[in-house]
Every structure is written in C-alpha cells, then in structure tokens.
C-alpha cells in the first residue's frame, strides 16, 4: 500500500510539472514578442533612397529586429500618419528621413511619450524628441564643392572666378539648408566666385531638367553648376545635352553609379560619394546605446568624399 502510494505522489508531481511547462510554452507561442522597427522615407524611387532602404532591412536583420518600411511619397500627411502607425504598432524604434520635420513634430513627441525612440536618418531633424540624427556632414560638402569649383576654374583660366548656378534640394529641408550654407561658406573665400542664379530642383531629376533648361533659355551667363544631389545632377546633364553645351563643371553629391560613370566618362566633373551602408550601421549602434541608457550624441556625421575620377572607388554603398 505503501508502494502505490509514493508512486501515486511521484505521478501527480510528474502531470503538474508536464502541464505548467507545456503552459508556458502556449503563451509564449501564442503572444511572442516581436521586436519591430519602423523607417519611413520620403521617397524610394530614387538610388540613394533605394540604398538606405536595403541597408536598414540588412541591420534590422543582423539585430534581430523585425523591418517595417513606409514611403511618404513626398507626401507631408502620409509621413505624419506613417509615423502614427509605427506608434500604434509599439515599435521597438522609428528612424525618419524626413520631408518636414515641423510637420511631424507632434508625432515624434508622441512617440517619445510612448518611450519610443526616434532617430532620423540622412535629414537631420531638430527636435527633443529625436534621439540622434546620423547624416553626413552636408556643411562640410557644400564647402569641399566650392573649393573644387575653385580649383577647376584655376587649371581652367589661371584664376579662382566663376559664375555659378545652383540647383538646390526641396526647400526648407535641413539638408538643403546646410548645403546651401556650407557652399556659401566656400564662396566666401573667393570674391570672384558667386552664385548668379539659385533654383529649385527639389533633389528630382525631371524638375531639375526643367528649371535648368529654364536657367538655359534666360541667357544667364555661367560657368558651373553645383546640384543638391546627384538625381538633380542627372536632370542638369540632360538639359544642357539637349542644349549642345559643354565645358561646364558641373558636381553633385551621394555618389550614383550613373553619375560616378560621368564622371569617369568627363561628363561630368565630380560627386561626393556617401555611404548608406555606414549610417545605418551607426543609427543601429546608437539605437542598442540607448537601449542600454546610454548618453549618445544628438547628431552623428557619417563618412563621405569626393570623387573625381583621379583616384578609385572605395565605397559604393
């Protein structure tokens, strides 16, 4: 009697054991944790755009997050209600290449109530609730353009003038900003340097073809054109093809493999190259910093050069 006993006590112990395991199992399976993060970006279409799209989903991977990508379209009221639905969605963080950082700017306090971080990523955004923005340093490119023009002009000429148009990003854009100001900045260096005429490419090929066609048929005289980017570039390039003009130095910036074949083919002059590769590495590694109360910077510059064909490609992406 003793014997059945002590085996019922054992077989009891046992079924308890099997069931609050196979319990824990259950709820695990059936409400995992899933560990999301957002990216909106304002437009995918173009290369640049396509490369830090591919370079956030290949780090979301390798830090085991789940990659939720959304694309305003240029669209102020989809990025605002993209960034809501990261919000709903408790995403573990949202990162934002922004169209309109003022607009947004509800949203993103939003999110940091809900303790969810945000870090915008290529546009800097000036906001408490951004955790970092990882850019390139676009001050600095815009001074390493100008003196580049200058020293273009010099082996041109003999002397550092030049009438210049520019064909800037989307306005009011803190990218387009510092460009612009970094530029202005190199200019200043050289009287004989100045911009004759500034308009609005809006970092698009097409409407950069036209507003440079525009700047063509006026009759402004000029000698180089300095491009927000390279798909403003690549709008530049066509509108003066069509027009039969040569000889001009024309830059861009992000380093397109169309325009890094123009410049090798000298048509055209230089690009400074950017790497998607590196700013997402760096907003994923300021990301786990923080998660781990870590004190970050409220903006990191990523690694970018210029390249004009004189010496070989080390970053593409």
Known sequence: ??????????????????????????????????????????NDKHEFAQRLVDAFKTQAKLNKYEAVVATSHNSRINEREQIEEFIRMKVDAIFVTTLDDVYIAESLEKAAKEDIPVFAIDRLIRSDAVVSSITSNNQLI???????????????????????????????????NERHR???????????????????????????????????????????????????????????????????????ID?????????????????VVQSADEMMKVAFSALKLHTKNKKIPTRFYTYSYLYDGSRPITMLN
């Open 255 to 271: 380093g397109n493999r169309a325009i890094l074949e123009a410049v090798d083919m000298k048509s055209m002059d230089a690009t």
């Open 1 to 42: 009697m003793k014997f059945n006993k002590a085996w019922l006590f054992v077989l009891v112990i046992w079924i308890s054991s099997v069931l609050l395991i196979s319990n824990m199992f259950v709820n695990t399976d059936s409400n995992p944790r899933r560990h999301l993060i957002g990216f909106t970006i304002v």
């Open 142 to 176: 815009g001074e390493q353009l100008a003196s580049f023009i200058k020293h273009e002009r010099i082996k041109q000429t003999g002397r550092a003038t030049a009438n210049i148009i520019e064909v800037a990003g989307t306005a009011n854009v803190n990218t387009t």
């Open 182 to 252: 970094g530029f202005l900045t190199g200019l200043e260096r050289e009287s004989d340097l100045k911009i004759v005429e500034s308009v609005n490419g809006d970092y698009d090929p097409v409407t950069s073809e036209q507003v440079m066609t525009q700047v063509i048929e006026s009759g402004i005289p000029f000698d180089a054109v300095y491009c927000h980017n390279d798909d403003i570039a690549l709008g530049v390039l066509e509108a003066l093809k069509k027009a039969g003009i040569k000889g001009k130095i024309i830059v861009g």
